[in-house]
């Protein structure tokens, strides 16, 4: 937790403020009892003018007074302070999440990462405020009790330490130690909860259509009552730690009056100062109440710190690169990309995906990349982009390695149309202008055309203003693609990735976009991964992977007369229409 802590350091002061402002309004508290204790003990007696009533009067305004505004003080600056670290925190997360994506998380269940950013940075950014200013506030108060408790006798000041310390410490303890193994238990039971969530909100179609809903359901059932019963019990510690305390309290009012009442009859202390010490102790005890709760706290605070630590301490792909995008286009604008036995695995004991991957595509160039499922398409298409990477070989541009590219170069190397392209809860216009910012509105609106935006665009209520929902939920899937081809134009690279850019559409449709696409990065060189292999002779080759391996290349026109695994994916893809043809009804067929 020192690392998290030491990001209070900035605000330092602002620290040592608030916690002033927290002893001061303790202080005020303290104040405010001793003094309208003695103002009513005072007044009980019928002085003889209101003038010896003036000062406590005057004090229990003052102390009323400043109570209030210390305590409002206390709250805006540490509540301040708690939302910089916050601040920090999620920067400090992203910043080491970032380098991560997608390599590096592959293990981690969308579920268990969103709990850690969100439930465990939530749980940390209460480190001030929940753990660290409690335990000093109360260590200022009780100095500050006991030496003015011991103004009004040496034996009242002990018996108030005494009390204060087995309140302040043995109770927090005696809480921390029971609760220590459910708080770490109730973060991980938090987590196993959101994955069940996150997994049942994700893959309910798959869930229905496979009948597993009642399995499922049962699996959350048992993850919240996991979660209840730690929740639970934690609130009955909180609630055996409120009643230890309550008693410590009201017992430590008992033993200073009857420790007032010895000192009254032995005439060392005046009669009208019984009810201020009395009350004195009472108000003592107001910082110190807090403590169970923040030492229960502790174990929560670790767990989702280490939690936290997991993330940020994995260590990202090396990649120390410093050859910059505009040396690599000196040598050929744009650039040749060549695959050189390079082999790669999801994780470090998954099965390869790719086995010695060879292949060179030129300068300038066209060529689609296709072969059955788990072929290995989309795994080029991550590895080209720099997200994933590669165990052994090397993939050059004009005869540089990726792994020697500046890492913030290659967004001005390389874009990707990805399977399922991420839409944000905006507007269209802002989707869009993520692949370039500065575009003009020129631009965009040829990027719309070019994607074949433009009907869309029209038929939406407020244009390219529209907010298309979370991951796009107001649009159809060719539709999202489509935007997501719009962001490849306007980001404008010399290397284009489309990864079943055209999925989706019709078969017309995606026959215009090619050939729009193709007279768009007429200089550029482009790399086409499909699973269908109709309007391929529009390319100017072809690559057909089988288990991570080129296993052909060529124009396509060729390849069908080499009769190998191209010819039978083409004779399965025909037999595959014609069946389905032939089972679809007369009126659907001829639409």
Do not use: C
Request: proline share 4%.
């Amino acid at each position: 937790m020192r690392r998290y802590l030491s990001m209070l350091k900035p605000y330092k002061w602002w620290v040592v403020l608030a916690l002033l402002m927290g002893t001061f309004t303790v202080g005020a508290n303290m104040g405010l009892m001793s003094t309208s204790a003695y103002l009513i003990a005072k007044a009980a007696q019928h002085p003889y003018t209101i003038l010896l009533l003036w000062v406590p009067i005057v004090g229990v305004r003052f102390f009323g007074t400043s109570r209030g505004v210390f305590r409002y003080l206390e709250r805006y600056i540490s509540h301040d302070v708690t939302f910089q670290l916050l601040k920090e925190l999620r920067v400090f997360v992203y910043r080491h999440l970032e380098p991560l994506i997608p390599g590096k998380l592959g293990s981690y269940h969308s579920g268990d990462l969103l709990s850690r950013v969100v439930g465990d940075i939530d749980v940390l950014q209460n480190l001030y405020l929940g753990l660290f200013s409690p335990p000093i506030i109360a260590i200022l108060t009780f100095v500050m009790a006991v030496a003015f408790m011991n103004v009004f006798g040496y034996p009242l000041a002990m018996a108030l330490a005494v009390f204060l310390l087995v309140s302040g410490f043995v109770v927090p303890f005696l809480t921390q130690w029971m609760a220590n193994r459910t708080s770490g238990a109730m973060v991980r039971a938090r987590a196993a909860l959101s994955t069940e969530l996150v997994e049942i909100i994700n893959g309910n179609t798959d869930i229905l259509a496979l009948g597993q809903e009642a399995n499922h359901l049962n699996r959350l059932q048992a993850s919240i009552q996991q979660w209840t019963k730690r929740r639970m019990f934690l609130h009955w510690i909180s609630g055996l730690g409120a009643a230890l305390m309550q008693g410590l309290n009201n017992g430590a009012m008992w033993m200073i009056l009857v420790i007032g009442i010895a000192l009254v009859s032995t005439h060392h202390l005046a009669p009208v100062l019984l009810p201020v010490v009395v009350l004195l102790s009472l108000a003592s005890f107001e910082a110190v109440n807090a403590l169970p709760a923040a030492f229960q706290f502790r174990g929560q605070v670790a767990e989702a710190a280490l939690r936290i630590n997991e993330l940020v301490d994995e260590r990202p792909p090396a990649r120390s690169g410093t050859v910059r995008a505009e040396d690599i286009l000196q040598q050929g604008n744009p650039p040749t990309v060549a695959f050189d036995d390079v082999h790669f695995a999801y994780g470090q004991h998954g099965p390869e995906i790719l086995r010695g991957m060879q292949f060179t595509i030129a300068a300038g160039t066209h060529v689609a990349i296709v072969g059955p499922s788990g072929a290995g398409k989309t795994t080029v298409a991550g590895i080209v982009s720099g997200l994933w990477p590669y165990q052994h070989g090397q993939v050059l541009f004009n005869g540089v390695a990726l792994d020697e590219v500046y890492p913030q170069d290659l967004a001005h190397l390389v874009s990707v149309v990805e399977q399922e392209p991420h839409l944000f809860n905006t507007t269209l216009r802002q989707n869009l202008l993520l692949a370039n910012p500065d575009a003009t509105e020129a631009q965009l609106m040829a990027a719309v055309q070019m994607a074949q935006l433009s009907e869309l665009v029209s038929t939406l209520p407020k244009g390219l203003e529209t907010v298309v929902g979370d991951q796009g939920a107001q649009l159809s899937g060719g539709e999202r693609k489509r935007i997501a081809i719009a962001r490849v134009i306007l980001q404008n690279t010399p290397i284009v990735v489309m990864d079943e850019a055209t999925e989706g559409l019709d078969a017309l449709t995606e026959r215009e976009i090619i050939h729009a696409l193709r007279k768009w990065a007429a200089h550029k060189t482009m790399i086409w991964i499909t699973h269908r292999l109709s309007n391929l002779d529009a390319f100017d080759g072809v690559i057909v992977l089988s288990h991570g391996e080129v296993v052909e290349s060529g124009p396509a026109k060729d390849l069908v007369r080499q009769n190998g695994l191209f010819t039978r994916m083409l004779i399965a893809e025909e037999q595959s229409v014609t069946w389905t043809a032939a089972k679809t009804p007369h009126h659907v067929a001829s639409v």
